[in-house]
């Protein structure tokens, strides 16, 4: 890329160290700079309209323009534009978020800690864990189970949880007390000729095995995402949440949901938790909680979890816990706003009508040549690429190829995001039928430009 002297260009080159970017090679390459959005669409400086397939990071899910959840933000900041939680203190927008939280939630549920991101939630998670089993006087009970190819944030404790090589290499993690047990991916995982439920046994039997191998009265928790969503939209196999599910209640261990993706119609039902049937003790939210206006997550918890807590404050006399902008007052007017237009647009019925067709029509790119596997549920999804459809593999250079077929998405006015060889899309829950066939011609499209 040509970038003008003092361009906008330049100047990140200049000055910004991206996430998720190789640093070296965007010195030369710049950034994609983005400046509005409308909809489920969003601009470059140059005009340039993209259909934002990655609801910005998973997250946007009224879309780009929603005036709605502005003039929210600005009346809270009018009222009250900070106040805290600490000690005691409080304010109607997060009291009145916590209640609905509570009562929106698929099992029964008794209290909401608020924090910032996925990750600042899932770091608080582990250690609330950590506490009550101390409460517990179970001060053994200290491990935690997750698995490979999930995500669950990037801070010291929650990208031990995340099980991606690139979380945990050269920065010395993870932290010991984090084990990892296989991923629920058929397609990748599976012996040849196993079944889905045969799949899901077997994974289940590997998790028994490893909590009979460390012994199971020092396990506390295991993390899980309904769908793993940055690990490559993994949807698990036919049985496998009951499965799991029946190990975990066998040894008395918690169970947390990361539906920091899923939550909030993203798989055509509130919760990913009500689309396989999950019972977790925990449940982490985030992203479309506010549509990602503003930064916000939240732990939603049953007794189980919040009694032994209560106690253990109670007797060192405080929960030594809390983030400054935990539960602000201005994310908490936008995740109300944002939650009341989910309801009265009917957007989780939508995310199940046009997720079924959008599953459909991507299943119709499943027979190219370049296509290992097509994914996923509701509104979210990803096509597997592989130069070598019977061993199931895309080039020497894991990721090559979802790169350059991601490039030249983009280039037709699509933004994905590809995890190695996969292209995730996950479109915000506003879209119609209409955008889906443009993005689904615009990949078919890219597919024979790759071959
Ligand atoms: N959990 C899941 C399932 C996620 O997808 C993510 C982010 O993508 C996180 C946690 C971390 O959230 P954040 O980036 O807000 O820290």
């Given at each position: 890329?040509?970038?003008?002297?003092?361009?906008?260009?330049?100047?990140?080159?200049?000055?910004?160290?991206?996430?998720?970017?190789?640093?070296?090679?965007?010195?030369?390459?710049?950034?994609?700079?983005?400046?509005?959005?409308?909809?489920?669409?969003?601009?470059?400086?140059?005009?340039?309209?993209?259909?934002?397939?990655?609801?910005?990071?998973?997250?946007?899910?009224?879309?780009?323009?929603?005036?709605?959840?502005?003039?929210?933000?600005?009346?809270?900041?009018?009222?009250?534009?900070?106040?805290?939680?600490?000690?005691?203190?409080?304010?109607?927008?997060?009291?009145?978020?916590?209640?609905?939280?509570?009562?929106?939630?698929?099992?029964?549920?008794?209290?909401?800690?608020?924090?910032?991101?996925?990750?600042?939630?899932?770091?608080?998670?582990?250690?609330?864990?950590?506490?009550?089993?101390?409460?517990?006087?179970?001060?053994?009970?200290?491990?935690?189970?997750?698995?490979?190819?999930?995500?669950?944030?990037?801070?010291?404790?929650?990208?031990?949880?995340?099980?991606?090589?690139?979380?945990?290499?050269?920065?010395?993690?993870?932290?010991?007390?984090?084990?990892?047990?296989?991923?629920?991916?058929?397609?990748?995982?599976?012996?040849?000729?196993?079944?889905?439920?045969?799949?899901?046994?077997?994974?289940?039997?590997?998790?028994?095995?490893?909590?009979?191998?460390?012994?199971?009265?020092?396990?506390?928790?295991?993390?899980?995402?309904?769908?793993?969503?940055?690990?490559?939209?993994?949807?698990?196999?036919?049985?496998?949440?009951?499965?799991?599910?029946?190990?975990?209640?066998?040894?008395?261990?918690?169970?947390?949901?990361?539906?920091?993706?899923?939550?909030f119609g993203r798989?055509?039902?509130m919760?990913?938790?009500?689309?396989?049937?999950?019972?977790?003790?925990?449940?982490?939210?985030?992203?479309?909680?506010?549509?990602?206006?503003?930064?916000?997550?939240?732990?939603?918890?049953?007794?189980?979890?919040?009694?032994?807590?209560?106690?253990?404050?109670?007797?060192?006399?405080?929960?030594?816990?809390?983030?400054?902008?935990?539960?602000?007052?201005?994310?908490?007017?936008?995740?109300?706003?944002?939650?009341?237009?989910i309801?009265?647009?009917?957007l989780v019925?939508?995310a199940?009508?046009?997720?079924?067709?959008?599953?459909?029509?991507?299943?119709?790119?499943?027979?190219?040549?370049?296509?290992?596997?097509?994914?996923?549920?509701?509104?979210?999804?990803?096509?597997?690429?592989?130069?070598?459809?019977?061993?199931?593999?895309?080039?020497?250079?894991?990721?090559?190829?979802?790169?350059?077929?991601?490039?030249?998405?983009?280039?037709?006015?699509?933004?994905?995001?590809?995890?190695?060889?996969?292209?995730?899309?996950?479109?915000?829950l506003?879209?119609?039928?209409?955008?889906?066939?443009?993005?689904?011609?615009?990949?078919?499209?890219?597919?024979?430009?790759?071959?």
């Open positions: 890329m040509t970038m003008q002297p003092n361009s906008q260009e330049a100047r990140d080159v200049a000055y910004q160290l991206h996430a998720y970017t190789n640093a070296r090679s965007h010195q030369q390459a710049g950034p994609l700079v983005i400046e509005r959005g409308e909809g489920p669409y969003v601009f470059d400086a140059a005009g340039k309209r993209y259909l934002e397939a990655m609801a910005g990071l998973w997250s946007v899910g009224l879309g780009f323009s929603e005036k709605r959840l502005v003039d929210a933000a600005h009346r809270q900041m009018q009222a009250l534009p900070f106040y805290h939680t600490f000690a005691s203190r409080s304010h109607g927008p997060s009291i009145d978020l916590a209640e609905k939280l509570v009562k929106m939630a698929p099992v029964p549920m008794s209290k909401v800690f608020f924090t910032n991101s996925g990750s600042e939630a899932n770091d608080t998670v582990l250690k609330l864990i950590a506490y009550r089993s101390n409460a517990l006087g179970q001060p053994q009970r200290k491990k935690v189970i997750s698995r490979l190819r999930g995500y669950h944030g990037v801070t010291i404790a929650s990208a031990s949880l995340t099980g991606l090589p690139n979380n945990h290499r050269s920065f010395d993690l993870p932290l010991p007390n984090i084990l990892h047990t296989g991923s629920p991916h058929h397609y990748k995982d599976a012996a040849a000729g196993e079944s889905e439920e045969a799949f899901a046994t077997r994974r289940a039997e590997e998790l028994d095995a490893l909590i009979q191998k460390e012994g199971p009265d020092t396990i506390a928790a295991f993390f899980g995402e309904p769908v793993m969503g940055a690990g490559g939209v993994i949807v698990p196999p036919a049985t496998y949440w009951e499965k799991i599910q029946a190990v975990l209640n066998k040894y008395d261990i918690l169970l947390v949901a990361d539906e920091v993706i899923c939550g798989t055509g039902k919760f990913g938790c009500e689309t396989f049937n999950i019972r977790p003790d925990v449940l982490v939210v985030s992203k479309q909680i506010t549509s990602s206006y503003f930064p916000f997550s939240a732990i939603i918890m049953n007794d189980r979890m919040f009694e032994p807590i209560a106690d253990e404050s109670n007797k060192i006399g405080v929960l030594g816990h809390g983030f400054t902008a935990g539960g602000h007052p201005v994310g908490s007017a936008v995740a109300l706003e944002n939650l009341r237009i309801e009265e647009r009917n019925a939508h199940a009508e046009i997720g079924a067709y959008m599953q459909d029509r991507l299943r119709t790119l499943a027979d190219h040549p370049l296509v290992g596997e097509v994914r996923g549920i509701g509104l979210i999804a990803a096509v597997e690429l592989v130069l070598d459809k019977t061993r199931k593999v895309a080039a020497g250079t894991p990721g090559a190829l979802g790169g350059v077929a991601s490039r030249l998405l983009l280039e037709r006015g699509i933004i994905s995001r590809n995890m190695l060889d996969a292209l995730a899309i996950c479109p915000p506003i879209v119609t039928k209409v955008q889906i066939d443009e993005l689904v011609d615009g990949l078919a499209g890219m597919l024979e430009d790759l071959k």
